[in-house]
């Protein structure tokens, strides 16, 4: 099993910790304290993931549970017509994140904020984050990493100007936080509300626009001949 490397600061510390109290005052301390490193590496685990998705898919970019699916719920939405998919992160879900389509990355924007818990609708737009846009043949698509109550950081390994591929990883989220997801308003949605997603994997929507455009491109070379 691979773990993410943000996690091992977390995982050693609390093991010296854990042994420390146990030297010094035994094991009625120090078990707990060991239980608590594990469970860190299990919060850090990265398990690999493989998905056979066609290309106009958009991938879950996070494990977890859909908490909206449809039009824009907060105030801060990027410019223009979306619809959103917000998914909830709980500690017992794999945090590390995952590029939802294939493109180039356009922007990656940090936006300060406050540590709300991430089920609460105005967390996008108060919480602490960073926003991502990757242009995916003409078709912008953005998704949001959100803090929560106990995840007060977000690791983006993803920068401006680099090529992506869908299913690749690309951050982690610490301990509980959302992640949001805006699609072109005529994309089609393929998850609901309550419905529970894995990063890289499930197919939470499909961009409609390049179909349309083949069709309409194959219909017109048949009117031709």
Known sequence: ?????????F????????LAVWLLTGPILGVPLLVVSGFLLFFFRDPERVHNAPPDAVLSPAD???????????ESTPPGEW???SIFLSPMDVHVNRIPVSGRVTRVEYHPGRFLPAYRKESGDLNERC?????????KIVFRQIVGVLARRVVCRTREGVNVKA???FGVMKF??????FVPVDAKLHVRVGDTVVGGVTVIATLLARQREARSGLETRHARG
Do not use: K
């Not at 099993?1 to 600061?9: N, S």
């Open 64 to 74: 977890g549970r859909v908490m909206v699916a449809g039009p824009p719920t907060g």
């Open 1 to 9: 099993m691979r773990f993410d490397p943000a996690g091992w600061p």
């Open 167 to 169: 299913g690749e990883r």
């Open 176 to 181: 509980g936080s959302r992640m949001d997801v």
């Open 11 to 18: 995982v050693i510390g609390s093991a010296l910790i854990a």
């Open 83 to 85: 619809q959103q998919i």
């Open 131 to 139: 926003e991502i846009t990757v242009d995916h043949d003409g078709q």
